[in-house]
């Protein structure tokens, strides 16, 4: 049975309709507008700064409670 998800880093931060969240590249949280019925989105910018360090094989994504949570790859 493959392991659950394990919480990384413990933030508060609220998701606002009409954006995507996501984990940049220096392991803070982002957000971009979405593109939504012929206008366009993008537009990234920093929601908070966190420093999560990236290890390889894991999948980095912001959870429900609006912290940073990871999953193992299968293929990884």
Sequence with gaps: MAKKAEKVFKA???REKGF???IDKQGDISRT???RGGKKGGGREKVLKCGVKKDKGFLYYM????GISRAA???A
């Excluded at 959870?63 to 609006?66: A, C, F, M, R």
């Design 73 to 75: 790859m299968k293929n």
């Design 33 to 35: 507008k979405m593109a």
């Design 12 to 14: 508060n931060v609220k």
């Design 63 to 66: 959870d429900k409670l609006g």
């Design 20 to 22: 995507l969240y996501f």
